[in-house]
């Protein structure tokens, strides 16, 4: 059994910054996919980016493409998702998610096994 542990949520300003951690306990994360998805208020879950363990390949949403970046440390069992240039817009409870999906499914939420209990993230203008 895999545990997910959100942290480095907060309440910033409109041009900010702020790093989310993912840690991960209970086995390795080697073979597995890590992602972060977000939930607006009113709003569905959306995907925002993900990463293979092993092979460090990452994908994102184009919504926050250049601006978020997504990277693990193998050693801490840890995932990251720094975000960048934040705005109202990205005002949203963070979740991180762990699991094995194939490439086409890499977006989805339903191949993520595991999932974390997530971090609130408040931009204001």
């Known amino acids: 059994q895999v545990q997910l542990a959100e942290s480095g949520g907060g309440s910033v300003q409109a041009g900010a910054s702020l790093r989310l951690s993912c840690a991960a306990s209970?086995?390795?994360?080697?073979?597995?996919?890590m992602a972060w998805f977000r939930q607006a208020p009113g709003k569905e879950r959306e995907f925002v980016a993900a990463?293979?363990?092993?092979?460090?390949?990452?994908y994102y949403a184009d919504s926050i493409k250049g601006r978020f970046t997504i990277s693990r440390d193998s050693a801490k069992n840890t995932g990251y998702l720094q975000m960048e240039s934040l705005g109202p817009e990205d005002t949203a409870v963070y979740y991180c998610?762990?699991?094995?999906?194939?490439?086409?499914?890499?977006?989805?939420?339903?191949?993520?096994?595991?999932w974390g209990q997530g971090t609130q993230v408040t931009v204001s203008s």
């Open positions: 209970g086995r390795s994360f080697n073979g597995y996919a």
């Open positions: 990463i293979r363990w092993n092979s460090q390949h990452t």
């Open positions: 998610a762990g699991g094995r999906p194939i490439l086409s499914e890499i977006r989805s939420q339903w191949p993520y096994s595991y």
